[in-house]
């Protein structure tokens, strides 16, 4: 197995080559990031199904049946900015794959016909929305971190309903012209044929292209500890994301100590953490409830956060329950015993990666985005080999004080408004 990055003026290949390999796997990302405004929100909901909407001389589903007769996978996104076109085939059909997703980025049609279908969807799933406390809880507390301007702030839903019925298709021809004077960050696995055909593709629709620069809005801002409540009385659970701000890039040395610490604390998706083992299985106040550093990119600074949930007659013994961890961390970071068993959890997390080509290609692809070389990004993951308890533990004090915890929480809440709002001036 083989890795490669090939860096040009507009464009990057990362690549993971391996003989005979009979799935190919693509991404391509572009950041579209500039000034955040709910114009530009109400675009990015509609621009990945403009997209796929037509292309050359395909229509929307004559180009859909043409993927999907070679058994082949193509989808587009967009989110905080970041837009990204997935391609997945055998390696059989790749090069009839690679013809079409040449048409689309280089002739796509944008058809008028298309665009009330687009804005329906897409306001029915903003309507849908506003019934996922999970999310909202989320979006409110990088609200309260991040100014209008970055990629992080979300924009109310009404008022991106209203801006989706302005959003022409003017507007999005306008958006996939910089998209394609943007630089493309573009990752592959697959066998080495299949890598150079996929390179000169990228190369073909980038050819006499010059990358535009731009300095795009990021705005995070000093907070102070507060509640925020948003109430979806239909909902069982209150779904809470409690964080704060980190002012530091992924670059940054305190980055994996502070990822380590957070491991500790509530490693997400297991149940090694000291939140998983008290605030669940000790106290029964949830099913749910990680932590980890979220929002962080090569460039731009990141947050932390919980994520969990309690029944509303529980909610405020889970966010005691919560806290008092967070504390017991702050006041006396992480034990050498934790600190030897974690070692060994995040280090057997990196090897389980080699089990999956496709978890290889989506590790390369998130470091190959945040600008690293391959040289920085071993470098990035041996640091865990490297990292102290004495790192683990100042970064803690430096970074998790609970004093500077917001507290957001979305569900049926009026009942414990009061209780929620009185608990953090307790903290």
């Known amino acids: 197995m083989h890795y490669h ?60 049946d043409a993927v999907n007769s070679l058994g082949a996978s193509v989808s587009a996104s967009l989110g905080d900015g970041m837009m990204s076109i997935g391609i997945r085939s055998t390696a059989t059909v790749f090069p009839k794959v ?17 665009l009330k279908r687009i804005r329906e969807t897409i306001i029915n799933n903003l309507y849908e929305h506003k019934e996922n406390s999970k999310a909202i809880s989320l979006e409110s507390l990088r609200n309260e971190m991040y100014g209008t301007g970055d990629r992080k702030h979300s924009f109310a839903i009404e008022d991106t309903i209203q801006a989706v019925e302005e959003v022409t298709m003017s507007v999005l021809k306008t958006q996939h012209q910089k998209m394609l004077e943007r630089q493309w960050v573009c990752t592959i696995v697959g066998a080495e044929p299949v890598v150079k055909s996929f390179s000169q593709m990228i190369s073909t629709c980038k050819k006499g292209i010059v990358v535009q620069e731009v300095n795009s809005a ?39 100590p502070l990822n380590f610490a957070l491991a500790v604390l509530g490693r997400w998706g297991g149940f090694a953490g000291r939140l998983m083992s008290t605030v ?19 460039t731009e600074q990141g947050y932390w956060r919980i994520a969990t949930f309690f029944a509303p007659d529980k909610a405020l013994q889970g966010l005691t329950s919560t806290f008092r961890e967070v504390t017991n961390l702050y006041k006396h970071g992480i034990t050498e015993v934790e600190f030897e068993k974690f070692k060994v959890v995040l ?13 290889l290609m989506s590790d390369l692809h998130a470091y190959h985005l945040h600008g690293f070389t391959l040289v920085e990004m071993d470098e990035h ?34 009942k414990v408004k009061k209780e929620i709002e009185g608990f953090v001036k307790q903290v």
């Open 218 to 256: 990021h705005e995070l801002k000093a907070i102070k500890s507060k509640v925020l409540l948003t109430s979806i009385p239909s909902k069982q659970n209150i779904d809470f994301s409690i964080g704060a701000p980190i002012p530091f890039t992924l670059h940054h040395p305190d980055y994996v």
């Open 381 to 414: 993951k041996n640091k865990i080999k490297t990292v102290t308890i004495e790192e683990v533990n100042e970064v803690i004090k430096k970074y998790l004080n609970p004093n500077t915890l917001v507290i957001s929480g979305a569900g049926p809440v009026s």
């Open 280 to 298: 669940r299985e000790k106290d029964g106040l949830t099913y749910m409830i990680y932590g980890r550093p979220e929002g962080f990119s090569g």
């Open 5 to 64: 990055i090939d860096r040009k003026t507009n464009f990057s290949v990362a690549s993971i080559t391996e003989d005979n390999l009979e799935i190919v796997s693509a991404v391509i990302s572009v950041d579209l990031h500039e000034t955040n405004s709910v114009a530009t929100q109400a675009m990015s909901l509609m621009y990945p199904d403009a997209l796929l909407s037509g292309a050359g001389t395909y229509s929307r589903e004559a180009f859909l």
């Open 98 to 114: 690679l013809k079409l997703i040449k048409i689309l980025l280089t002739e796509p049609t944008f058809p008028t016909n298309e």
């Open 347 to 359: 280090r057997t997390g990196q090897v389980l990666l080699n089990d999956s080509i496709m978890s």
